[in-house]
């Protein structure tokens, strides 16, 4: 029972999808004819969802981002971050009264009158969790089982497994988006969108990235379709002229897609034409969506959800019913240089969002429409200077019309480095690096749930589900409408 062992779903998609690689002779056929391959969906969709996961690469500083505020709290958080014990910051700790104009006022106060803020630059994410529209899901992280630090602590891994290769920036990407380290070829959003396949018009267009290759969106049938900023990539010979010249255009156009009878020339011919196909679809669906919502400039996480807002638009045209997307942005490694250079990155974190929930609405579709944060790992609580260090379970966003907002969903974990027997401070492994109380798996499971994922198709989706359940553990956290 641990993260190594793959799951009878994993070993049986990579069986099949080996041998189909085998039979075909080169794995580009494959990723592009997901037509043939798509399996039977687990649900037939007659509206319009979508799942937008913002990956924040680097590992990204909890404790500054979902900023604990109550007094009590808050002057340990400053005496552990090195601002002494008063209100006023000092070293890698938020001045208290920064963090007042982003406070978060949840329906339901949390227990023992903790309270929480955004970061100062996150004010328009401020603004929708407190008018409804986001959630805080409160230290999260992998887990392979459910743990205490206790069992943690223990060296029997066989039956306290912890994920591999903790605290590895390549290999914690890999385990949120995948549930396994570096080399992982599944992942979870990939998983959801094989059983959606069938319910859109073009498969193809199931999973769509616009910040390159990553595993979260491979699954068994369903492989990512690429996108830029700009829209589909163009094929330059067949989209413009060569030297000038409309005849060679065509001519080569020709004859990149003409059959042959040569079995693996043929195949490549296939994936062209299917290429140039979908680039035209995309650019025709595209050509029709304007928005008038204003989306920040110079941010480049702005300019993916741009596109993911207007892929969404498109989507009658490009016949799709359910999507899952992925956008990123990357700086968050802050070793050093935290308060210089996390604002920045907050601030085009919090407007890219926002601008986003606000485009959902001007299509019609917030309450279809949910996106949510995730990152390699947090960081530790305790400053090393200038910065912070890798950690494990880390505090994220949920937004969307459907998101169960101006909540906390989760434990607040004790403000601490302690890492002794305290039975109070469970949640804490050395340094402030947060113990998860709650699985990446189950907040996948929420996302799903609400997606269109039932119960019976969780376990093939998220392999290390079936080890949580319970009301500590619960499969479905409960944030999503």
């Not at 060296?155 to 995948?178: C, E, G, M």
């Not at 296939?270 to 029709?288: C, D, M």
């Not at 019609?364 to 090393?384: E, H, I």
């Not at 198709?457 to 619960?474: C, I, K, M, S, T």
Request: glycine share 12%; hydrophobic share 40%; aromatic share 8%.
């Amino acid at each position: 029972m641990h993260l190594l062992q793959p799951e009878l779903h994993t070993r049986r998609a990579f069986l099949r999808r080996s041998t189909q690689l085998g039979l075909a002779g080169t794995a580009l056929p494959f990723a592009l004819n997901l037509a043939a391959m798509g399996e039977a969906a687990a649900f037939t969709a007659t509206d319009y969802k979508a799942l937008v996961c913002v990956f924040l690469y680097g590992g990204n500083d909890y404790a500054n981002t979902v900023v604990t505020y109550d007094d009590d709290s808050y002057n340990r958080y400053n005496t552990i971050r090195g601002g002494g014990s008063g209100q006023t910051a000092g070293g890698i700790a938020l001045a208290k009264a920064d963090l007042t104009p982003t406070l978060l006022n949840p329906t339901t106060a949390l227990p023992g009158g903790r309270q929480y803020a955004l970061h100062p630059a996150m004010t328009g994410l401020t603004g929708l969790f407190n008018g409804g529209k986001a959630a805080v899901q409160l230290n999260v992280g992998p887990l392979v089982v459910p743990l205490t630090r206790t069992q943690f602590n223990s060296a029997d891994r066989n039956t306290y497994p912890i994920p591999p290769k903790l605290f590895s920036h390549n290999d914690q990407q890999s385990v949120w988006q995948s549930s396994s380290p570096e080399g992982s070829t599944v992942g979870w959003g990939g998983n959801i969108g094989d059983l959606a396949l069938s319910s859109n018009g073009n498969s193809l267009f199931t999973c769509i990235s616009v910040t390159g290759n990553a595993v979260f969106l491979s699954g068994d049938s369903a492989l990512q379709y690429q996108v830029s900023t700009n829209g589909a990539v163009a094929i330059n010979g067949v989209k413009n002229n060569v030297y000038g010249s409309s005849a060679v255009r065509t001519a080569l156009t020709s004859l990149i897609q003409q059959g042959s009878t040569q079995t693996l020339e043929n195949e490549y011919t296939r994936v062209t034409t299917r290429a140039v196909t979908a680039e035209s679809q995309i650019t025709n669906g595209l050509s029709a969506i304007t928005l008038g919502t204003p989306f920040p400039s110079n941010n480049s996480l702005a300019n993916q959800m741009k596109m993911v807002a207007r892929l969404i638009g498109a989507r009658s045209a490009l016949g799709s019913k359910r999507q899952v997307f992925m956008v990123s942005l990357g700086g968050f490694d802050l070793h050093d240089n935290l308060i210089s250079q996390q604002p920045v990155l907050m601030q085009r974190v919090s407007e890219a969002m926002t601008a986003f929930y606000n485009a959902t609405v001007e299509l019609g579709v917030a309450d279809k429409v949910t996106a949510f944060t995730a990152s390699d790992f947090g960081r530790t609580l305790s400053s090393n200077g200038d910065g912070s260090d890798h950690g494990w379970g880390s505090h994220h966003l949920m937004v969307g019309g459907a998101v169960k907002g101006k909540a906390f969903y989760g434990k607040a974990p004790p403000v601490s480095i302690a890492n002794t027997a305290d039975a109070n401070d469970q949640w804490h492994v050395g340094q402030g690096r947060l113990l998860p109380s709650t699985s990446v798996d189950q907040y996948a499971a929420t996302l799903a749930s609400w997606f269109g994922v039932s119960n019976s198709e969780q376990a093939g989706v998220l392999p290390n589900l079936r080890h949580f359940g319970g009301a500590d553990y619960p499969t479905n956290l409960g944030f999503m409408a």
